[in-house]
């Protein structure tokens, strides 16, 4: 059985990241981007990041960030991977010198295998719903049946995703990885525990069928 990798998105507290961490996820994600409300200061990323337990990777991400701003995040919080949710091109994304992911919205004319192959050297396509606002974490899907079952690069689903469908997701679209946000809240930035881990349990359902 694969195991389908779990991202948790826009953590604000520390504690929260820590019970996700003890719950099972792969990763927590860090939003750097000042106009979503699950913006967090890089002393309060540090703090996030430096309380996770090994082998839970903290992810901090931006949109069409300046180079200034990335490597002062860089220089304080302990990040083991970028995720770029911007118009970044690849050399963008690059220039740092560390591992990467970039995320995909959806729009009507996006062609995933051209995407793979401009992004060649990420971790993975994280493939999330287009938005004319939101860069992300807007709760709302989008037809899983456009993603190419046999695209060259790691497929982290987003977009929409909560305990409910999860599974059904991964037994679609069978992703590296799967990405929530909002699905798993009881407020914008505040993660629910009892959501954290249905949602768990629902990604291990899904392996499992």
């Not at 389908?4 to 520390?14: A, Q």
């Not at 927590?28 to 996030?48: K, N």
């Not at 409910?164 to 914008?188: F, L, T």
């Amino acid at each position: 059985m694969t195991r389908t990798r779990v991202k948790i998105c826009g953590f604000t507290r520390p504690d929260d990241a820590v019970a996700a961490a003890r719950l099972g996820v792969d990763a927590v994600g860090l939003v750097f981007h000042p106009q979503s409300p699950r913006h967090v200061s890089v002393e309060r990323a540090r703090e996030i990041a430096s309380a996770l337990p090994a082998f839970v990777t903290a992810v901090g991400l931006f949109v069409d960030a300046q180079p200034k701003v990335i490597e002062q995040v860089l220089a304080q919080v302990p990040l083991g991977l970028l995720q770029f949710h911007g118009h970044e091109p690849p050399e963008a994304c690059r220039r740092y010198g560390r591992p990467y992911i970039k995320a995909i919205r959806m729009a009507a004319d996006v062609d995933l295998e051209r995407e793979a192959a401009r992004y060649h050297d990420s971790c993975g396509l994280l493939v999330d719903t287009w938005h004319p606002v939101a860069a992300g974490g807007t709760g709302e899907r989008f037809d899983w049946a456009r993603i190419p079952g046999d695209l060259p690069l790691p497929v982290i689903l987003a977009g929409g995703l909560a305990p409910d469908n999860v599974a059904a997701a991964i037994r679609q679209v069978r992703p590296w990885a799967v990405d929530v946000s909002s699905g798993v809240e009881s407020a914008k930035g505040i993660k629910d525990p009892a959501r954290m881990a249905a949602f768990i349990r629902e990604v291990r359902h899904g392996d499992s069928t």
